[in-house]
């Protein structure tokens, strides 16, 4: 299998179209939890509460998701969630609509129930092609995320006064559209076959848990979690941050779609730098690159500051990520694949709830500069650590 075999793959391509559509509705999502969430809450320290819902509620979906798709199909899944996001769109209206926080909570916990089917489209990408190609199908998978990442704060910007005279119902009107064109593509895409759950299966679920136990599954599972948690950790409170420091909504929805975009600009080439130096060199370079981002943060609330910051921390996410699930894809085989999957996307989900529920009252109560520098100490542990545990047992 060549680079261009991939590229013409129908379902590579169905998928690619799916996760490009669906992933629109992730920059909107991110820039309304935070907008919406300081119009409605009763206090400020809880304005990124419904983003915080919204991570928590994928990282309860994560590992069901797994399981449902290992029965009914990846197609099924993706599709389910594409439904979830919908409704969670529909209900974000009624919220605004009746001017209720808790509705709006209810309807983030639905599109991020949604959000965890489709973190599966990388591992989707993996099993449509041949083993020596998967790296630069999972980069390439995610690279499609860079088209929404321009596309979807473009529909903020142009949906959210589209319902005038209450703010942000059309962006969430707009994220319920996504959610239903996505679909579409799905129709196309025929994954390998699914096999069979058997009771055997069930009973052998427990044992497979054992494989969380080899160092490189866990070596997997924590670069994600760093990077992943980090990433949510300095970018939830990002929107307020800039507002407190009186910059527009369009300006932070700006910043935002920049972040976004160096998530997954690297990924056209991430694939290729992991199949040339390794998985676990690339995963290094990117938490040092997310130190390098935090400590921009901190340096200063210009625009500059914010615009450079973000954008070095997204292109910090990608490699770390990006080269953690391939470790993890290859660390695991076949039978452990939806046990192993599932319990990684939730405890990068879970690390991405604590972090998002903690951003906001890290911001609300030591201000932007505290929380980056933060962000920079607790990757700069997570770097060293492994390191003097290895020196620590040689001796």
């Not at 797994?66 to 969630?81: E, H, K, W």
């Not at 009746?98 to 209810?106: D, H, I, M, V």
């Not at 860079?146 to 005038?164: H, M, R, S, W």
């Not at 997997?220 to 910059?247: D, E, H, K, N, R």
Request: charged content about 10%; hydrophobic content about 60%.
């Amino acid at each position: 299998m060549s680079l261009f075999s991939i590229l013409t793959n129908r379902n590579f391509a169905g998928l690619f179209a799916a996760n490009t559509i669906l992933g629109a509705a992730f920059p909107i999502q991110l820039v309304l939890g935070g907008l919406a969430g300081l119009m409605l809450s009763p206090d400020p320290a809880f304005a990124t509460l419904p983003s915080s819902v919204q991570t928590l509620a994928a990282m309860l979906a994560a590992a069901p998701f797994s399981l449902l798709m290992q029965r009914v199909g990846r197609t099924a899944g993706f599709a389910l969630g594409g439904v979830l996001t919908a409704l969670g769109g529909i209900a974000a209206i009624e919220a605004l609509s009746s001017g209720t926080f808790a509705l709006l909570c209810a309807a983030h916990f639905l599109m991020g129930a949604g959000w965890a089917s489709f973190q599966y489209f990388r591992f989707a990408a993996g099993e449509v092609v041949g083993k020596q190609w998967r790296p630069v199908a999972i980069s390439l998978m995610l690279s499609s995320l860079l088209i929404a990442a321009i596309v979807g704060p473009q529909v903020f910007i142009a949906a959210k006064d589209a319902l005038y005279p209450i703010p942000f119902v059309g962006a969430y009107a707009a994220v319920s559209v996504i959610g239903v064109i996505g679909l579409v593509p799905l129709a196309f895409v025929r994954m390998p076959a699914v096999k069979a759950v058997t009771s055997a299966t069930r009973r052998t679920r427990l044992g497979m848990l054992a494989a969380l136990r080899r160092p490189a599954i866990k070596r997997a599972v924590g670069i994600a979690a760093v990077a992943q948690g980090i990433m949510v950790f300095l970018m939830i409170p990002t929107p307020i941050a800039m507002v407190s420091c009186g910059f527009g909504d369009a300006e932070a929805s700006d910043v935002i779609r920049w972040h976004i975009v160096a998530m997954f600009a690297p990924s056209f080439f991430t694939g290729f730098l992991i199949k040339r130096f390794g998985a676990e060199t690339i995963a290094t370079v990117g938490l040092a690159t997310i130190i390098a981002s935090a400590i921009g943060a901190a340096l200063g609330i210009t625009a500059m500051h914010f615009y450079g910051a973000l954008i070095v921390l997204g292109i910090g996410w990608n490699f770390a990520f990006i080269a953690a699930t391939t470790m993890l894809d290859a660390a695991v085989t076949s039978e452990e694949r939806a046990v192993v999957q599932g319990i990684n996307d939730t405890l990068v989900a879970l690390v991405s709830t604590v972090s998002a529920f903690s951003a906001g009252f890290a911001f609300a109560y030591f201000g932007w500069t505290v929380l980056a520098l933060m962000s920079a100490g607790l990757v700069a542990v997570a770097l060293v650590a492994p390191v003097l545990l290895r020196l620590r047992s040689a001796y």
